[in-house]
């Protein structure tokens, strides 16, 4: 018996979840990402943000209709 070894430090399952926590209700459509738009999906409402990757301030959801245009690349800009 060696009474001095000690106990293994428990994984804190916490210190990754604060990376993103703005993400922990959403998703990230991969199509959308690919055309080079920040593509979060909020999961809620299924709705997608079509803003530029990066963009600054809040994200703009909208409906899924809309995210397919923008995928086909039909969107007009
Ligand atoms: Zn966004």
Redesign the pocket.
């Known amino acids: 018996m060696n009474p001095d070894h000690p106990a293994p430090s428990p994984e804190d399952p916490s210190s990754e979840g604060e990376a993103r926590p703005d993400l922990s209700n959403t998703n990230v459509r991969e199509d959308l990402a690919m055309a080079g738009r920040?593509a979060?999906v909020h999961l809620p409402t299924g709705r997608t943000?079509l803003?530029p990757l990066r963009?600054h301030g809040p994200?703009?959801f909208h409906q899924p209709q809309e995210a397919q245009e923008v995928v086909a690349g039909n969107l007009d800009s």
């Open positions: 920040c979060l943000c803003l963009h994200c703009e």
